[in-house]
């Protein structure tokens, strides 16, 4: 995954854009998706997926499933939270 905070067209906003490379079982071909967020004081990743499952869609505007991925606590103190950025 990998993201890029910068100002959205025209409007000074800021929003972080997230490549997120999803795969629809563990037989099928892995494949990129590009997502664009808001962007929020002290977001880290979680903040970030937690984001775009509220409004699971492309920067293109095509609805996907939402990102999955193992949890714990997501109190961020032990690190089993932790995934390949």
Request: with cysteine.
């Amino acid at each position: 995954m990998a993201h890029d905070a910068t100002p959205a067209a025209g409007v000074g906003r800021r929003t972080i854009r997230l490549k997120i490379k999803r795969q629809d079982g563990p037989t099928s071909p892995a494949y990129w998706q590009d997502f664009e967020i808001p962007y929020k004081p002290s977001m880290n990743v979680i903040s970030c997926l937690l984001e775009i499952q509220k409004r699971p869609a492309t920067t293109s505007g095509q609805g996907v499933a939402p990102p999955t991925w193992d949890q714990a606590c997501l109190e961020e103190v032990c690190g089993s939270c932790t995934m390949v950025i």
